[in-house]
């Protein structure tokens, strides 16, 4: 009996998810506990993985579609791959018996339509329509491009149409060959979902369509949202990292012994920042309709960089945490963020944000802000200038600092001192444990 793979639970407030790749294809063995499908949410990737042994049946939702919490995407079946127990035909029963367990292993027909195709799922071909053997996602491939299957010679097991021979009919369109045009070939809105289809690649391989992941297009949106929503406005100062960093030289080994963590420059950018929020308190606030949410609490976002986009984990209550604690939060959090494994908890809320561009070689650029947080520090490359100390001319490492603030909350002024008290602070480190 085949058992129906639900989409779970996905978090707090989040409804829906992408199917970003399959790990199983249809008709393969799965064991108990093995991940069959990544989805894809706003903020996380996760793995549903087979609830019992069997055989991966069939795929309802394809690759890029967007699915709910409960929805059907596949079902697993019992028994080795491709076997229901149904009987052979007669001739050459095992070329016959192969193809008809891959259609089965194909099928994907909700049991409310399972009345009209009576005869066809009797004898084990439920992929069968108006005499074309085609699975769903490639009906629904040449459908979209108004491709007629029975005039498709197909290449499958048993004459079946599979993916490839309708992709070489769209190719072919795309050289002029004469097939129909696509109807979204006309400039059309982006689908519901966000995404719009991607055309064939062109023949010569300069061209190259990849999807979006559903995490891509959520930071997209959230980018245009800030600039759309707030009333946006950086002020830049500079910092003397002489004395920071001339305290991790000296320090930093006995540190790590002593505490496991590494010490980075981003401990203490977060302790200037708590002690800055404290002295500034509109910085971590959030505008809620006619009203200002100021909050005494201190979690900081810090922005880390994966693959698909820049995600923002919080290190809750930075206010309580030491040096080494942040340090080995900040770690476990990116290590955490580069791996896949954020949860929706590491990512919720945040009062304030950090970012640091200076990884990637950046001397000066404007964060965005993190909706609905009204305030957000980017920090960036250490780079020797010569600068003015006491009337004399010297080469400093320095560090273009920026803040990043919403106008309608926070005042010029207010943000100007909110900088130069981080600044302060850096270049003085011993005012950070007085802060503290």
């Not at 087979?50 to 967007?66: F, M, N």
């Not at 070329?95 to 909700?110: C, F, G, I, L, N």
């Not at 959030?286 to 100021?294: F, S």
């Not at 995600?311 to 770690?331: H, L, M, Q, W, Y």
Request: proline share 3%; glycine share 10%; hydrophobic share 35%.
């Amino acid at each position: 009996m085949a058992v129906e793979i639900h989409v779970p639970e996905l978090g707090e407030s989040v409804a829906d998810a992408t199917v970003g790749r399959w790990l199983k294809q249809e008709g393969e063995t799965v064991k108990s506990g093995e991940a069959l499908v990544e989805l894809e949410t706003d903020k996380i990737n996760f793995e549903v993985e087979a609830e019992q042994d069997g055989v991966l049946e069939s795929i309802a939702k394809g690759e890029g579609e967007t699915v709910g919490v409960g929805e059907v995407i596949g079902s697993i079946g019992e028994g080795e791959a491709g076997g229901d127990g149904s009987e052979a035909p007669t001739g050459e029963p095992e070329k016959e018996e192969a193809a008809a367990q891959e259609e089965r292993a194909e099928t994907e027909q909700p049991e409310a339509e399972a009345e009209g195709a009576a005869d066809e799922e009797a004898n084990g071909h439920r992929q069968v329509e108006n005499g074309v053997r085609a699975s769903p996602s490639v009906r629904k491939l040449a459908q979209e491009y108004d491709i007629d299957l029975a005039k498709v010679a197909g290449s499958g097991s048993g004459g079946r149409v599979t993916r490839e021979d309708v992709e070489r009919l769209i190719r072919g369109q795309d050289r002029g060959s004469g097939a129909p045009t696509r109807e979204a070939e006309k400039p059309s809105a982006p689908e519901e979902d966000g995404r719009r289809e991607a055309a064939p690649a062109a023949e010569d391989g300069r061209e190259e369509r990849v999807r979006l992941s559903r995490r891509r297009l959520t930071i997209a949106q959230r980018l245009v949202e800030s600039q759309q929503n707030s009333a946006m406005l950086t002020t830049f100062n500079e910092a003397d990292m002489s004395t920071v960093m001339e305290l991790r030289r000296r320090r930093k080994d006995a540190f790590q012994e002593r505490t496991g963590a590494r010490l980075g420059f981003m401990s203490f950018f977060t302790k200037a920042a708590v002690a800055a929020l404290k002295a500034f308190r509109k910085v971590n606030a959030e505008l809620q309709d006619n009203e200002l949410v100021l909050k005494h609490y201190y979690d900081i976002g810090v922005a880390v960089s994966t693959d698909e986009g820049l995600v923002v984990p919080v290190v809750r209550d930075a206010d309580r945490k030491n040096f080494a604690e942040i340090e080995g939060t900040i770690s476990d959090l990116a290590t955490k963020a580069r791996e896949g494994k954020l949860t929706l908890e590491d990512l919720r809320g945040g009062t304030f944000t950090i970012t640091n561009g200076g990884i990637f070689g950046s001397l000066v650029s404007t964060p965005i802000l993190t909706l609905p947080q009204v305030a957000i520090l980017g920090m960036h490359k250490i780079q020797d200038r010569p600068v003015a100390v006491d009337g004399k001319v010297e080469v400093r490492p320095m560090m273009y600092l920026a803040l990043s603030y919403d106008h309608r909350v926070i005042d010029g002024a207010e943000a100007v001192s909110f900088l130069v008290r981080i600044k302060e602070m850096i270049e003085d480190p011993e005012s950070l444990l007085l802060e503290g």
